[in-house]
């Protein structure tokens, strides 16, 4: 993990980002009204476990949840990738917004939510949106833990030589695909289990 400057710079990003094993990037999108999400990146050990789901070949970028004043990256040194830019720089500046621009979401709607993006050979980015469940900091912890993990583990079955292609990326957002069919399902199925409990009392 370590340190960018606290101001977005898309191309200061892309250089940070030229620098990983993997050509595969991450980013965690969140807005001031996400509390659980904020009290998640301001936990050591919440971070560090997430950090070492995402091993060293892959970065990941945050808003750095730290309002009055910049704080040490507690990872800086290390070879794996947690990045954070200054939270107070982001609403000062409405940098907040620009990201979620870039990315073509609304800040609105679409926080909190993590996405996975590359420029392709074209110099295109590319993009998938996954949304985060921020109604509690374990469902956070759950979500970002499922997240990561199913990036690690696409990222580390992509043989060397292919790394640096658009054939990781790919392959992340197939098991991403799935993993956002899997959360649908989950969410129909915890919707509709108090029905059928209680349509059950009338047999």
Avoid at 59 to 78: D, M, S
């Amino acid at each position: 993990m370590f340190r960018l400057d606290d101001k977005f710079d898309v191309n200061f990003l892309r250089v940070q980002c030229e620098g990983a094993r993997s050509r595969i990037y991450g980013f965690i999108l969140y807005t001031r009204k996400d509390a659980y999400v904020i009290k998640f990146l301001k936990d050591f050990d919440f971070c560090n476990s997430l950090h070492e789901l995402s091993g060293p070949n892959w970065p990941i970028f945050y808003i750095n949840p730290t309002q009055r004043r910049r704080e040490e990256n507690c990872f800086t040194g290390t070879m794996n990738y947690m990045t954070s830019y200054s939270f107070e720089d982001f609403y000062t500046r409405d940098s907040t917004r620009e990201i979620f621009n870039y990315f073509g979401l609304d800040s609105n709607s679409d926080a909190p939510c993590f996405v996975t993006f590359i420029w392709g050979d074209d110099n295109q980015l590319r993009s998938f949106v996954i949304s985060i469940d921020g109604s509690s900091e374990e469902s956070v912890f759950k979500n970002l833990s499922a997240i990561v993990s199913s990036i690690t583990y696409a990222e580390s079955h992509i043989l060397e030589e292919y790394k640096s292609t658009d054939r990781v990326f790919l392959q992340v957002k197939s098991n991403l695909e799935a993993l956002k069919f899997k959360y649908k399902v989950q969410k129909f199925v915890n919707k509709a289990v108090p029905f059928v409990e209680f349509f059950s009392n009338f047999r």
